[in-house]
Each structure stands twice: as structure tokens, then as C-alpha cells.
């Protein structure tokens, strides 16, 4: 069987976190190394590997998520602007096989990005 991946464990509660929301379907936490002043990654319980392994049945899992991640950016304070960032598969930048949305903000973000 696959080794869980490592927020599956945060999920768990096999390795801490800094968890700033929970629900049924998902949870927010800080991101270990963070490339912002606020940055969450926001996942979902249920193990997808990324976005490009979502199906149709997923479709009202990741709209919660996003508004999930609306709440959040007014709970952390981001009324200037915030980024939502998916990386998916290798030449996305994916590290870690399970779906992740970043949330970024708290500094202007440039663009394009690298
Ligand atoms: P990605 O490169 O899009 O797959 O993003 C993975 C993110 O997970 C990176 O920003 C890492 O800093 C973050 N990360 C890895 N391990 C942990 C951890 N134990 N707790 C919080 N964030 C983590």
C-alpha cells in the first residue's frame, strides 16, 4: 500500500499543525515554509491526489473549498488582495500527492510567477 502522504498525517493528527479551520470535508492549516505573510494551504479529508485526478462527483467538494477559502481570506484579514494558488503534477511544482489549494497574501504578489 502507498505510504500516506504527509497531510494525510496532519489530517490524522499523526504530525502537528497550525490548524486555522476544520470542517467534514476540509481543513486549513499554515504552510511550514511560508512564501507570504498569510499563507494556508486549504485541502480536503478525502485523499485526491490533485486536480487532475478530480471526477464530476467532486464538483460540489471543490466549490465548498473555495468558499471555504473565501471565508478564510476575510477571517485572515486580506481585504487587499490574496492569491489562490493549485499546483498540479511535476511541472506545476507538486511536492506533496494530495490536493492543495495555497492561500497567499498580506504582501503585493508579482506576476508572472516563476
Ligand atoms: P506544493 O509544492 O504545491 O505541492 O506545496 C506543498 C506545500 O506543502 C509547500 O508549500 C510546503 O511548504 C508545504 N508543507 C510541506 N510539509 C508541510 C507540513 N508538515 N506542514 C505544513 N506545510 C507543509
Known sequence: MA??????????????ADI????????AFRDIAPQAPVHVLVI????????????????????H???VIRNLAVELQLEDGYRVVCNSGDDGGQTVDHLHFH?????PMRWPPG
Open 20 to 27: 486555522v479551520y476544520e470542517d467534514d470535508e476540509c481543513l
Open 65 to 67: 473549498i473555495v468558499l
Open 3 to 16: 505510504q500516506p502522504t504527509i497531510f494525510q498525517r496532519i489530517i490524522e493528527r499523526e504530525i502537528p
Open 103 to 107: 492561500l497567499m497574501g498580506g504582501r
Open 44 to 63: 480536503p479529508k478525502r485523499p485526491i491526489k490533485s486536480w487532475a485526478t478530480l471526477d464530476d462527483g467532486d464538483a460540489a467538494l471543490v466549490a
